[in-house]
């Protein structure tokens, strides 16, 4: 039987091989990671995280042929194949902060691995790594090996949360890089062979190591440059009186660009976009290509952009204060049908209210007041390093921020309504009743474009709408 373990348990690790054990009942999965919680989730009735499907995946294979352990050694020893889906977050301080990724954790278990290997084993690159990663674990692993061979291949993931569960089902494409020698190839057509029990063999893409883990950066960057864009074009659109639905609809028509990632908002987040533009920024810099960093920069200061431009309208709509008014925020994760709240917009504009004295009372069906709490309170770029790093501010900002359970009790006497993901729930509110129960003027601040504005009106509210025409 071939044996699979993964090296962290989080977004990336847990979802693909919960799927890859129940497509491949033959072979044996584990994965592992050093956080008891978080192993304890996994092997419990509540996961960890929260994504459309999951539950049912993990549960028809769980005690099968899929394991969730903190014997992080013993079944690195075991395994034929090893991914490594550790973070990679952004560095805080020393040479390329703010942009570099930080490969610490990656580096501790590449060592790791050399460690406690005594059979061949093929290394698999799961996390977003920068351009040239697998060449520095290539000689801590061969430089550690005491004559046992490593193939190192990247195997980049592209999954969207709340969908991943689908997109690893049913993935565009599957992309193996790896060396251009024999065990190189032998290598990429072990994994190929993995993933071809359910991907069709032409949707499998085998590249050389360099191209693969640059195409991962590069259609992240593609896709934020895609909201950036239209984002651009809202701000636009609400100095002109146009229509940013209207002008995304007629562009995304045009079969050269299409229509996917046109939505106007109130910016882009996730744990991805921005620390991956970064990182690009930063190898463009690094290899003496500052023109091509700009360019990705300015895509990062329109995401800032926006979320500054939406705070200052709440701000300027309500008579240029909201100092001691209550503020609805429906919505805190990055999107909707996921807990997950790195980089959400949601953050820079409740700590933009905050710091303007408005109080706050939050509410989303899927993450944790503690979550919530952590991310306001907590210094940027820190959400992906270990706790024991993580600088949190003076607890004082946070008494102006309340977390509720409902979104009638978030609205309940508040002077204004902040809608920051795009939760199907919030279309179907009753919206007259949380009217009659607000301040008034009752304002609605429609980061999202979700709620159907000319019915609000119609019940009383003003309405702010992300690229469309003012009241």
Same mark, same amino acid.
């Given at each position: ?46 996961l960890p995280i929260y994504e459309p499907g999951l539950d049912e995946v993990v549960k028809q294979c769980r005690g ?23 973070? @990679?977050? @952004? ?29 061949? /084993? ?13 060449? &520095? ?22 999954? &969207?949360?709340? @969908? ?42 085998? @590249? ?32 002109? %009186? ?9 562009? %995304? ?15 882009? %987040? ?55 008014? /209550? ?30 004295? &408005? ?113």
């Open positions: 039987m071939v044996k699979i373990c993964c090296i962290g348990a989080g977004y990336v690790g847990g979802p693909t091989m919960a799927v890859m054990a129940l497509k491949c009942p033959e072979i044996e999965v584990a994965v592992v990671d050093i956080s008891e919680p978080r192993i304890n989730a996994w092997n419990s009735d509540k099968k042929n899929l394991f969730f352990s903190t014997d992080v050694e013993k079944h690195v020893f075991e395994s034929d194949i090893v991914f490594v889906s550790v973070n @990679t977050p @952004t560095k805080t301080q020393g040479l390329g902060a703010g942009k570099a990724a930080d490969l610490t954790y990656w580096e501790s278990a590449a060592r790791m691995i050399a460690d406690v290997s005594k059979s061949s /084993k093929i290394v698999v690159e799961k996390s977003t790594v920068p351009v040239r990663t697998a060449e &520095a674990i290539e000689k801590i692993l061969t430089h550690n090996s005491k004559g046992i061979e490593f193939q190192i291949l990247s195997n980049p993931e592209f999954l &969207a949360e709340g @969908t991943a569960i689908k997109d690893l089902y049913n993935p565009d494409r599957v992309l193996i890089g790896g060396r251009d020698n024999a065990a190189g190839q032998k290598a990429i057509q072990a994994l190929r062979d993995v993933y071809a029990h359910w991907v069709p063999l032409e949707r499998i893409i085998c @590249t050389n190591l360099w191209s693969a883990e640059l195409s991962k950066l590069a259609a992240n960057a593609f896709l934020a440059q895609r909201i950036s864009s239209v984002n651009a074009m809202s701000a636009l659109c609400e100095a002109t %009186g146009a229509d940013v639905t209207q002008v995304a609809h007629a562009v %995304g028509t045009d079969t050269r660009i299409g229509p996917k990632f046109l939505n106007a908002s109130v910016g882009f %987040g996730g744990s991805c976009f921005q620390k991956d533009i970064l990182n690009l920024i930063y190898i463009c810099e690094c290899n003496g290509l500052p023109e091509a960093a700009n360019y990705w920069k300015q895509v990062i200061k329109v995401n800032d952009y926006q979320k500054i431009r939406f705070a200052n309208r709440v701000v300027s709509s309500m008579f240029n204060t909201v100092s001691g008014k /209550k503020i609805a925020i429906l919505g805190f994760a990055f999107k909707k049908d996921t807990g997950d709240t790195r980089e959400t917009p949601a953050i820079d504009v409740c700590n933009r209210l905050v710091a303007d004295m &408005a109080k706050l009372s939050i509410y989303d069906p899927q993450v944790l007041e503690e979550q919530i709490r952590k991310d306001l309170s907590m210094a940027r770029f820190d959400w992906d390093h270990p706790a024991p790093l993580q600088q949190i501010k003076a607890e004082g900002i946070l008494e102006q921020v309340s977390v509720v359970s409902d979104a009638y009790e978030a609205t309940k006497d508040a002077h204004g309504i902040c809608v920051l993901t795009e939760w199907d729930e919030f279309k179907s509110l009753d919206f007259k009743r949380i009217f009659d129960n607000m301040r008034k003027p009752a304002f609605v601040f429609d980061g999202r474009n979700v709620v159907d504005a000319v019915k609000l009106r119609e019940i009383g509210f003003i309405v702010y709408s992300i690229g469309k025409p003012l009241d």
